[in-house]
Every structure is written in structure tokens, then in C-alpha cells.
């Protein structure tokens, strides 16, 4: 019996480790419907670069291409609003590529992408995104 309650400590204590929570798909601020929306109007605005998939290009280095956005690139270390105004204003100003949208896009319209490619995030790296924007937000 102590072997059992051992595991499930040693359990909680990693899970807890690599910062998981309970921010499963279920949980996340967007609903299905806003995923459909999103995935329409990523594909006909955003796919060109960031591919169909949200892979991107292998090299972002050179400036020139667009990283990916499903979780496995830096797209995750950013807040809610600063996603937003990325997808807005663009990256040119930053010395990128990527128009900006805030002349074509509504708000609605980019939080419906912001839900499509946040849909491709691990529920590991959503959460950490998840805990970083709530950081950001009572530091605000």
C-alpha cells in the first residue's frame, strides 16, 4: 500500500515539474467553433507562409521565411495581446516580413486564428503559455 501512494506522489511531483495543469483542450479559452472559423481564415491569409499545417519554414534565420506556429517555435512565449498585435501591425517594423492585417482583419477574425493555431499546441505547451499570459496580465 505504501509503494502505491508513493507512485502517485512521485506522479503528482512530476507532472507538477514539467508544468503540467489541467489545461486540456476542454479548457482552453476558445471554443470549436472559433477553431473552424480560425482555420478558414488562416488558410486563405496566413498559410501562404506559415504553411497549411502551421509548420512554417525550417529556416527562420535568414529572415526571410515564417516560423512555425504550432507550438514548436517561440510563437508560445508571447501574451494574448502581443499575438494580437503581431497578426495586426505585422513584423516589418521589427525588421520582418509579415504584413500586417488590421486593415483586412477584424478583432474577431484574429482571435478566430489566434484559436486555430493555439489548437495545434501540446497541452503541455499551451499551459505554459497559459501561465506566462496570466503572469504577464497581473504584472499589467
Known amino acids: 500500500m505504501k509503494l502505491k501512494w508513493l507512485g502517485i506522489i512521485l506522479l503528482g511531483s512530476t507532472a507538477s515539474l514539467y508544468g503540467c495543469s489541467d489545461n486540456t483542450?476542454?479548457?482552453?479559452?476558445y471554443t470549436q467553433e472559433q477553431v473552424k472559423r480560425g482555420n478558414i481564415l488562416y488558410q486563405n491569409n496566413c498559410a501562404r507562409c506559415h504553411q497549411t499545417d502551421a509548420s512554417g519554414h525550417a529556416n527562420v534565420k535568414d529572415g526571410n521565411t515564417a516560423p512555425a506556429l504550432n507550438g514548436t517555435e517561440h510563437t508560445w512565449h508571447h501574451s494574448f495581446s502581443a499575438l494580437r498585435r503581431t497578426v495586426k501591425q505585422g513584423g516589418i517594423k521589427l525588421g520582418g516580413t509579415m504584413p500586417g492585417f488590421s486593415e483586412k482583419l477584424s478583432n474577431e477574425e484574429?482571435?478566430?486564428i489566434l484559436a486555430w493555431v493555439q489548437s495545434h499546441w501540446s497541452d503541455k505547451i499551451y499551459s505554459a503559455w497559459d501561465n506566462r499570459n496570466k503572469q504577464s496580465l497581473q504584472n499589467n
Not at 25 to 29: D, K, L, N, S
Open 110 to 112: 484574429i482571435d478566430n
Open 25 to 29: 483542450a476542454e479548457t482552453r479559452w
